[in-house]
């Protein structure tokens, strides 16, 4: 048991970062798309950390049907790996949406990085 994974580096990197991660990215890619709100992705990749701590816990523990000897209520771990796809989320999230305003409005806003754009001024026209 190491400080950021459970049971190695490896099943925290494929389940957390590989397909949890996956996931995320496509839900705040989703939810940017839709022109949700930012707090939406919060949510849903809190709900995606439930999710990812199911499945360490199903899948990789030694006794999977005791619920008490395992880490699945593990508060230290759920947040870990809901950090992982609250950070995964919000860099989708934030670059759907800057491609979203600049390809929707390229009259009045334009990019300035992978996750910004700005006003365009009477000048750059």
Known sequence: ?????????????????????GAAFATGR?????????REVIVYACLLGLAD????????????????KGTITSLHYYAVDTAVLIAI???????????????????????????NWRKKTIQDE
């Not at 701590?53 to 008490?68: K, T």
């Not at 860099?91 to 996750?115: D, L």
Request: glycine share 6%.
């Open 53 to 68: 701590r199911f499945l360490h816990w199903g899948l990789f523990l030694d006794r999977p049907l005791d619920v008490y």
């Open 30 to 38: 989703a939810l940017a798309l839709k022109w949700r709100p930012f």
């Open 89 to 115: 989320a919000v860099i989708a999230y934030r670059s759907t949406q800057a491609k979203c305003m600049t390809s929707q409005y390229p009259w009045m806003y334009e990019r300035t990085g992978p996750f």
């Open 1 to 21: 048991m190491g400080l950021i994974w459970e049971k190695s580096f490896w099943v925290f990197f494929i389940l957390t970062v590989i397909i949890g991660g």
